[in-house]
């Protein structure tokens, strides 16, 4: 058995909330795929940057509320129920839900796995100096008997050193009082890209190695968008060849965080023929790294 994506969905009609944006992304992809709400059995949120800086309840639940997703089974049908819980970890909790929702799928092939993703400024505004696209992404997970499609196993990776940290965000609410609903600061470190990009190489040339791939096995690149041609020079720094697919849409949607990986491969799965191997990286602050090979 191995996990497949049945239909991945991308909203860029932003609403002014990462709720509301991954709710759309969210409906949109179950119609695409002909799912009825209530075969939603687990979902996960990895949206981080969310609505009035709210820690609780979970953001998921909030999401699971505007879908309509098997709210009151005891009202409802018993028998269908929707667990959801929030997975923040930066770009790369898409990887990180995959590997959830694959363990899932082991127990309970039947099941249906719905990933949301997507940030917005928590002011509910568009703030020039928010560094992230608030675009909501969905993305429908399944079993299939087709053990050779589907994604790999994902591998995490961070240095065991590191003194970096990339980007951070901190929202002390006690010096920000009323303020601290909208407003966040987010502090780069000098020469974070350049970083990220040494780090990155170092991951991927390490994941191929512990899959026994060559570069010539990469059809094709998703990666995080962290700048303008990010992916393309972390695609040379890790030795991939130059025939290697790599998508990159900074241009037109700058970087939409955690919702970069389901765009990417929305896109590369589009263009590339059946059998294919994507090799999807992500890179969050703190230098965490995740990767993972999905076959079309």
Known sequence: MSTIITQITVNENNTGSMIGNAAAAGNQCLKDATIEPSLVNLMINIGVYRDDNIMEPSIASLIQQRMGLNLDPARDDITRRTLSFDLANGPCGFLNAVAVGSAILKNK??????IVGGDAHPSGETRPDFPFSAIGTACILNSSKATSQGFGK???????????????????????GETGRSYMPITFEDGWVEKFCKFGAESIQRFLEEEGLSVDAIDGFVASQLAQGFPA??????????STAIYDDY???????????????????TNLEAGKKILIFEISSGFATTCAIYEA
């Not at 092939?109 to 719905?114: E, G, M, R, S, V």
């Not at 970096?164 to 609410?173: E, K, L, N, Q, R």
């Not at 949607?253 to 929305?266: F, I, R, V």
């Open 109 to 114: 092939p039947d099941h249906n796995i719905l």
């Open 154 to 176: 994902v591998r995490t990776y961070a240095p065991l050193d590191c003194n970096h940290f990339g980007y951070s965000t901190i929202v002390p609410i006690n010096e920000f």
């Open 251 to 269: 241009e037109n949607s700058g970087n939409p965080h955690t919702s970069t990986s389901a765009m990417g491969l929305k896109n590369l799965l």
């Open 233 to 242: 020079e972390l695609a040379k720094a890790a030795g991939l060849n130059s």
